[in-house]
């Protein structure tokens, strides 16, 4: 079962390139012949553009906390709303067939954001986004691939008991480590164990030791070197995947090590 729904979780601090490891990744399962579900869970949602998805249809792709008329049908409760009764298990299972953005091979789910997600409101739309994210990870078959904000807030501790793989990227720099620390802290409450850490933007040497050292309880993946075809594919708009081979490479190589750690138990 593992070989064919593997579930893995990505983040870190903005800008530390999290969605380009996802959408390779993506790519990467796809190419596989994997069925992959790709969750763009961070409010500023920019894997459409990684995965290669054209500003004028990513443009076209309604983010699910944005489906006002379908969240208050499923859980009886209009969004925005607090308290009152609403159903907590509303019907998600057939979201990706339905409002998913297909892209070679791989469905997209753009999650967007209640406007009071961050706070673990009791609202309709918050429900219902952990709701469809649990039924992702939890109940498909499907290759699933998070791309998350530099948190854990749409996880729960029944979620995470299923994910396969928390990745954190990290770049060289004090604050990027930071980061990684705190989400670290944040998983070990939630009872994930395992915690992996890809380093991207490597330029040497000192850079992956300084990364190396600052690890403390976290497993690491391997790391990205810093690849200005990845800025160049973002400034046109196009996928990583297609455009540069090295970062697939190594980013290959990084799916190939947690394949081998996992398949291993």
Do not use: W
Not at 82 to 102: Q, R, S, T, Y
Not at 127 to 135: A, M, P
Not at 153 to 177: C, K, N, W, Y
């Amino acid at each position: 079962m593992l070989e064919c729904s593997m579930k893995i979780a990505v983040t870190g601090k903005g800008g530390v390139g999290k969605t380009t490891l996802a959408s390779v990744l993506s790519h990467l399962f796809a190419v596989d012949g994997k069925k992959v579900i790709s969750v763009d869970a961070d409010p500023d949602a920019n894997l459409a553009s990684a995965l290669g998805i054209s500003r004028e249809e990513a443009e076209k792709i309604r983010p699910i906390a944005d489906l006002s008329d379908l969240i208050e049908e499923r859980t009886g409760a209009k969004p925005g709303s607090m308290g009152g009764v609403f159903k907590i298990n509303p019907k998600v299972d057939d979201l990706p067939e339905h409002v998913g953005f297909p892209v070679n091979g791989i469905t997209l789910l753009v999650m967007g954001k209640s406007k009071a997600a961050s706070s673990g409101c009791y609202c309709p739309e918050n429900i219902f986004l952990r709701r469809l994210l649990k039924h992702l990870v939890i109940e498909r078959n499907e290759v699933v691939i998070v791309d998350m904000e530099a948190g854990i807030e749409h996880l729960t501790r029944g979620t995470t008991d299923a994910v396969d793989a928390f990745i954190v990227v990290v770049e060289p720099g004090q604050r990027s480590m930071l980061t990684a620390e705190t989400v670290r802290d944040l998983a070990q409450q939630l009872g994930i164990r395992r915690v992996f850490v890809v380093a991207n933007k490597v330029r040497n040497a000192e850079d992956l030791a300084f990364i190396q050292k600052g690890i403390q309880n976290m497993e690491f993946l391997g790391h990205i070197s810093y690849d200005n075809a990845v800025t160049e594919a973002d400034i046109k708009g196009v996928a990583p995947f297609r455009y540069s081979p090295k970062t697939v490479e190594e980013i290959k190589t990084i799916k190939t090590e947690l394949e081998k750690i996992l398949y291993a138990g």
